[in-house]
T-cell receptor, first 111, second 112 residues
Framework: DAKTTQPNSMESNEEEPVHLPCNHSTISGTDYIHWYRQLPSQGPEYVIHGLTSNVNNRMASLAIAEDRKSSTLILHRATLRDAAVYYCILRGGGATNKLIFGTGTLLAVQP | DAGVTQSPTHLIKTRGQQVTLRCSPKSGHDTVSWYQQALGQGPQFIFQYYEEEERQRGNFPDRFSGHQFPNYSSELNVNALLLGDSALYLC???????????FGPGTRLTVT
């Protein structure tokens, strides 16, 4: 399973944009990049995923480098509710659905 | 539309005992995965069930077993509990093998 590298922690101010980086230099051509987040005392929550092109949804944007060896999750306006552990995960494109979590990035949002 | 539900919320067991955890998937989902999350760590994949069969398994001993019922709900059984089995056990459901997973709130298991 290809691995990802994320900073252990990051801080942001409320209502400011947040850029959460992820390195995945051993990504294969069929690996999708997934992001999940886990709020305190809750199960993980799906945020966004992509393969090659940048993606946007109501929660966030995903910017994928041209060589696909890194990606960035963008929260456009952080709120206190966005304080969570953010996990960057690579998922194979074959018949495998398991998620391989690392330790993620703990995002703190200051009012 | 109810999301993924798990029961019980908390559980305390003694070493050597057996435990059964339960999960009801999100409506319309047919695939259930189980994860173990130790304190301060990311979730670790245990196994996945689809069409009442174990389709994929992570690096967990045979003490961990599961079952999926015709209504897609699932159980996780752990035999001969060890102190190291103390963790948050998460259930996730999805539709098919490639879609995003929806997680339940988890069951906190404490082994004393």
């Amino acid at each position: 399973d290809a691995k990802t590298t994320q900073p252990n922690s990051m801080e942001s101010n409320e209502e400011e944009p947040v850029h959460l980086p992820c390195n995945h230099s051993t990504i294969s051509g069929t690996d999708y990049i997934h992001w999940y987040r886990q709020l305190p005392s809750q199960g993980p929550e799906y945020v966004i995923h992509g393969l090659t092109s940048n993606v946007n949804n109501r929660m966030a944007s995903l910017a994928i480098a041209e060589d696909r060896k890194s990606s960035t999750l963008i929260l456009h306006r952080a709120t206190l509710r966005d304080a969570a552990v953010y996990y960057c995960i690579l998922r194979g494109g074959g018949a495998t659905n398991k998620l391989i979590f690392g330790t993620g990035t703990l995002l703190a949002v200051q009012p | 539309d109810a999301g993924v539900t798990q029961s019980p919320t908390h559980l305390i067991k003694t070493r050597g005992q057996q435990v059964t955890l339960r999960c009801s998937p999100k409506s319309g989902h047919d695939t259930v995965s189980w994860y173990q999350q130790a304190l301060g760590q990311g979730p670790q994949f245990i196994f996945q069930y689809y069409e009442e069969e174990e389709r994929q398994r992570g690096n967990f001993p045979d003490r961990f077993s599961g079952h999926q019922f015709p209504n897609y709900s699932s159980e996780l059984n752990v035999n001969a509990l060890l102190l190291g089995d103390s963790a948050l056990y998460l259930c996730a459901s999805s539709l098919g093998g490639y879609r995003e997973q929806y997680f339940g709130p988890g069951t906190r298991l404490t082994v004393t």
